[in-house]
């Protein structure tokens, strides 16, 4: 089978890894929206729009089902692009009814772009498992733009997460939701910072599972490749192909 994969830029690259361990001989097709990242400071209509967009082009390559790899897309677009095309389209949720689960009285910090945190969904998200009130909700919107520079441990992003985290008690905190797919780049410098005390969960292999267990019926494609889009544009130069596969081995 076909399957498309699409994100605001090259987070959902974390999330493609763990869908090609479960379906190796599958054919796959994933879009990078570079020409509209980050995805976290647009309006719920552009977002629309833009998720819309590449469904669109995806299906129109043969894509029997899509994953919307993108938490803040998910968070605007999901239910417009499921309702617009008659096609299986997974989406992304922070994963917090685990990291709630795990928590053991402790509190969990979820963190997401600026968008997702303040949308309804997530929020809805919280209340139904948060019932001791346990969960922190912190916006990192400058972590997209470090993971799209491929700067994933430097002395700028170090800076910039201590400052962001400088307003909490880090050692209330057991647990970290990495609620963008652009985040899991960064678990060696999250882990440094927060310490080997507090366990990092992202929906990554939930998501995989979950795509794996809905095309299992569907004929396989046998071919085991996956060929990259940025906008709709086939990527073919070798610079950017070293880079995704850089990004790639990064998740193993």
Same mark, same amino acid.
């Given at each position: 089978?076909?399957?498309?994969?699409?994100?605001?830029?090259?987070?959902?690259?974390?999330?493609?890894?763990?869908?090609?361990?479960?379906?190796?001989?599958?054919?796959?097709? !994933?879009?990078?929206?570079?020409?509209?990242?980050? !995805?976290?400071?647009?309006?719920?209509?552009?977002?629309?729009?833009?998720?819309?967009?590449?469904?669109?082009?995806?299906?129109?390559?043969?894509?029997?089902?899509?994953?919307?790899?993108?938490?803040?897309?998910?968070?605007?677009?999901?239910?417009?692009?499921?309702?617009?095309?008659?096609?299986?389209?997974?989406?992304?949720?922070?994963?917090?009814?685990?990291?709630?689960?795990?928590?053991?009285?402790?509190?969990?910090?979820?963190?997401?772009?600026?968008?997702?945190?303040?949308?309804?969904?997530?929020?809805?998200?919280?209340?139904?498992?948060?019932?001791?009130?346990?969960?922190?909700?912190?916006?990192?919107?400058?972590?997209?733009?470090?993971?799209?520079?491929?700067?994933?441990?430097?002395?700028?992003?170090?800076?910039?997460?201590?400052?962001?985290?400088?307003?909490?008690?880090?050692?209330?905190?057991?647990?970290?939701?990495?609620?963008?797919?652009?985040?899991? !780049?960064?678990?060696?410098?999250?882990?440094?910072?927060?310490?080997?005390?507090?366990?990092?969960?992202?929906?990554?292999?939930?998501?995989?599972?979950?795509?794996?267990?809905?095309?299992?019926?569907?004929?396989?494609?046998?071919?085991?490749?996956?060929?990259?889009?940025?906008?709709?544009?086939?990527?073919?130069?070798?610079?950017?192909?070293?880079? !995704?596969?850089?990004?790639?081995?990064?998740?193993?």
């Amino acid at each position: 089978m076909k399957i498309g994969f699409f994100d605001s830029g090259v987070g959902g690259i974390s999330v493609l890894h763990q869908a090609r361990k479960y379906l190796p001989m599958e054919e796959f097709f !994933y879009y990078a929206d570079e020409d509209h990242v980050p !995805y976290g400071k647009r309006t719920r209509e552009e977002i629309c729009g833009y998720t819309y967009d590449a469904l669109k082009f995806l299906f129109g390559l043969g894509a029997d089902a899509a994953v919307v790899a993108c938490n803040t897309a998910t968070a605007a677009a999901i239910e417009y692009v499921r309702a617009s095309f008659d096609k299986p389209i997974l989406g992304m949720e922070p994963a917090v009814k685990p990291a709630v689960q795990h928590a053991a009285g402790k509190r969990v910090l979820v963190t997401a772009t600026p968008f997702t945190i303040r949308e309804e969904r997530l929020h809805h998200l919280v209340r139904l498992v948060d019932k001791e009130h346990l969960v922190t909700l912190k916006a990192l919107p400058e972590l997209v733009g470090f993971a799209e520079r491929a700067e994933f441990d430097s002395p700028a992003v170090r800076e910039y997460l201590l400052t962001e985290f400088s307003d909490l008690d880090l050692e209330d905190y057991s647990e970290l939701v990495l609620g963008c797919t652009h985040f899991s !780049y960064f678990r060696k410098v999250l882990g440094e910072i927060l310490g080997p005390e507090v366990e990092l969960i992202d929906g990554s292999e939930g998501t995989a599972r979950h795509l794996a267990d809905i095309v299992r019926d569907l004929p396989s494609a046998g071919g085991g490749s996956v060929q990259y889009y940025i906008s709709g544009r086939p990527v073919t130069d070798e610079k950017t192909l070293k880079f !995704y596969e850089t990004l790639d081995k990064q998740m193993e």
